[in-house]
């Protein structure tokens, strides 16, 4: 399909979105993140960019991805009719890719010859390894303690593409901590090394450039649902971590007023315990990893250390900017979703529709399905189906009880 | 009102030798050694760096992680840091004293508040690692208004373009980062150090003082030659880790590495 090439909704200068965003980095970092907010900004504007990422993103990656009338869970749930977009059928099981294929072409482009990330659940980390073993580049992903604990397949999946896996323990051995260490890497080697930034957070340009990257999602799903449904969703529901997939499904559809824009965040143990990772819902501005932004902390600016969720992917205590921005101005709709709910909405999709989804799009399920659950047959709920499950299976195992032996 | 940095400089500069800068996180590893260990070291120093502990320290190394962590299990905060910076003040009236860290904390408590309490607490001075020139108008008036003196980074990666943007925000000193790196990895080469001062001096006429990866005597007299102050800071820290369970020793260690970086602080002839 054609893609809308137009940046838009673009924040200023120096990549604030209204007053978040901006470039909260060391010194030391300030002229890297120019380079590579220059080199988007070229490529951006070169087709031939465009026509190579493109190409890739149609015949390596897969897309354009489903859109699915899910009739059976639609029925199920007895309200509005829920469209499924399949970012789970991409190549690496997410729509992660959409953005590491963008990113290391600008590496590339840039004459970088390694690149590194940040991963939480393991899915950009898979993208992030898939990519480089493609574009012969070195590869070096950080990944907290606990989260290599929660996702061991999705290791593997990095090391057998190549890269190397470094744990990290500082702090709660999570995905904030495997972004500092990626940070503290970076300032010492940014001269050959390129930072593929994983989510829309994180200083500028990546808060723009992830979702440019990422905007296909919504791009496609629009037509989609236009040629399927004869016209736009009333609902568009995703879930939100960092914000990529949000954004990626979202922000194409910023301009039309008539779709509610809904961001599902991690509700955890629920929002009234403190262990959720609600930061647009239960957090205030804040700064941290580059931008100023929605955050979870103390009343002494201390990062959170109780954020939590079942979903490795979702489990951050900050949250990208311009979804700051988009609740300020009241164009996102917040929501969110508790461990339970999603476990149930994983299920409930698995055997209705026999699809498993992420536990990270299980939280967009859980909310999609209860908006539907209130609304008309003749209303259209879109829910971004972000990623498949197969990396939750030991967790969502361990959660229903169920055991190998003797249970089969 | 008075801010005590240009006298510091003045006075290194008349006695012909470079600013001793010793930074030690306020809190580590408790908040009432900590204070023992920063009046300790207060002594050594031209300027203390008083660090604000922070849960996540992305520009750290792991030693003054550790230390950051050290603190605020032990239930350091941010009056505490305070409370030492006063306590110090009343000790040595004529040092200078800075605030180190990370902007979410001064954010979250509200720039004017944050300067308002650091003046009270006999503050000249606040470094944060991450708010750039580019981010700087968010704390430059509250800075301003209480006479605090915003405190900038320069690095081997700062473009000229870069390096007149900061100078413009810059009061006090400017902080001149030795490597592409965290704290407490290996100094840079000092020639390469010492060619980027002397650009850095085209644009501006603040002192800078020279940090990150300076550990031995030796590495801060090189440096002491060309430039107006040496940080020393995870070195510092050190002295904390490696003598964790006895204070005593970890007093006398600190002040005995301290009083070595301080001999060689002056230039000779």
């Known amino acids: 399909m054609d893609y809308d090439l137009e940046i838009k909704h673009a924040p200023d200068e120096g990549g604030h979105f209204g007053k978040y965003g901006g470039r909260f980095a060391a010194e030391t970092l300030m002229q890297p993140l120019k380079e590579i907010e220059d080199a988007f900004f070229e490529a951006w504007a070169d087709p031939e960019f465009h026509t190579e990422r493109l190409d890739l993103l149609k015949n390596y990656v897969g897309r354009m991805t489903p859109l699915y009338y899910a009739k059976q869970l639609s029925e199920k749930v007895g309200g509005a009719k829920i469209y499924l977009k399949r970012e789970d059928l991409n190549h690496t099981g997410a729509h992660k890719v959409n953005n590491t294929i963008g990113q290391a072409l600008l590496a590339r482009r840039m004459g970088k010859k390694k690149v590194i990330a940040e991963t939480g659940a393991g899915q950009h980390g898979v993208a992030t390894a898939t990519v480089a073993a493609m574009f012969n580049m070195q590869c070096d992903i950080y990944m907290g303690r606990e989260d290599i604990r929660r996702q061991a397949p999705n290791v593997f999946r990095m090391k057998l593409l190549g890269a190397n896996v470094i744990a990290v323990d500082s702090g709660t051995g999570t995905l904030k901590d495997a972004v500092n260490e990626a940070l503290r890497v970076w300032v010492a080697s940014c001269e050959d090394t390129y930072y593929i930034f994983g989510t829309a957070a994180g200083p500028h340009p990546f808060p723009l450039m992830v979702r440019q990257f990422h905007t296909v999602i919504g791009q496609e799903a629009r037509k989609q649902c236009l040629e399927q449904a004869g016209r736009l969703p009333d609902v568009a529901v995703a879930c939100v971590g960092g914000g990529s997939n949000a954004m990626g499904l979202l922000h194409p559809m910023w301009d039309d007023e008539g779709v509610r824009l809904v961001a599902v965040e991690a509700g955890g143990h629920g929002l009234e315990t403190g262990e959720h990772a609600a930061s647009l819902a239960k957090g205030r501005p804040g700064i941290i990893h580059g931008s100023l932004s929605y955050v979870l902390d103390d009343d002494e600016g201390q990062i959170s250390a109780n954020a939590h969720s079942i979903s490795a992917g979702l489990d951050y205590p900050g949250v990208g900017p311009e979804l700051a921005h988009m609740m300020d101005v009241g164009r996102l709709n917040l929501d969110s979703a508790t461990d339970d709910e999603a476990l149930q909405a994983f299920e409930m999709l698995t055997k209705t529709e026999g699809i498993i989804p992420a536990l990270e799009s299980s939280h967009a399920l859980a909310a999609g399905i209860r908006i539907a659950a209130g609304m008309s047959s003749n209303k259209i709920v879109l829910i971004n189906l972000s990623g498949r499950g197969d990396k939750d299976l030991n967790t969502v195992m361990e959660k229903f009880g169920f055991h190998t032996e003797g249970q089969l | ?144 208004s209480q006479n605090l003196s915003q405190i900038m980074l320069l690095a081997p990666t700062s473009t000229e373009e870069r390096i007149k943007l900061a100078v413009n925000i810059a009061e006090g000193f400017i902080y001149y980062v030795s490597l592409a790196g965290i704290t407490g990895a290996e100094m840079g080469e000092v020639a390469k150090i010492k060619e980027k001062l002397s650009l850095i001096r085209q644009y501006t006429k603040l002192p800078i003082c020279v940090g990150f990866g300076v550990k031995t005597p030796k590495q801060a007299e090189s440096i002491a030659l060309f430039a107006d102050g040496v940080v020393v800071g995870s070195h510092f820290v050190s002295q904390i880790t490696s003598n964790i369970d006895d204070r005593d020793a970890m007093l006398s260690s600190l002040s005995s590495t301290a009083s070595a970086m301080a001999e060689v602080m002056k230039r000779q002839g």
């Not at chain 2, 030798?17 to 023992?36: F, I, K, W």
């Not at chain 2, 320290?57 to 992680?65: F, K, N």
């Not at chain 2, 962590?69 to 040092?95: N, S, W, Y």
């Not at chain 2, 308002?116 to 700087?136: F, R, T």
């Open chain 2, 1 to 144: 009102m008075s801010n005590h940095l240009p006298e510091v400089f003045q006075r290194c500069e008349r006695e012909n030798r470079a600013a001793l800068v010793g930074y030690l996180t306020a809190g580590d590893p408790n908040v009432q050694t900590s204070e023992r260990l920063m009046l300790t070291l207060a002594e050594q120093v031209d300027i203390l760096e008083i660090g604000m502990p922070f849960s996540d320290p992305a520009a750290d190394g792991p030693t003054i992680q550790a230390a950051s962590e050290r603190a605020l299990t032990a239930g350091a905060h941010i009056d505490d840091v305070f409370a030492i910076a006063k306590r110090v003040r009343q000790a040595k009236p004529e040092i200078g004293i800075v605030l180190m860290g990370y902007a979410n904390v001064p954010y979250t408590m509200g720039f004017e508040l944050f300067a308002s309490k650091a003046k009270q607490s006999g503050v000249d001075g606040v470094l944060l690692v991450d708010i750039p020139a580019e981010e700087s108008g968010i704390c430059a008036e509250a800075f301003k």
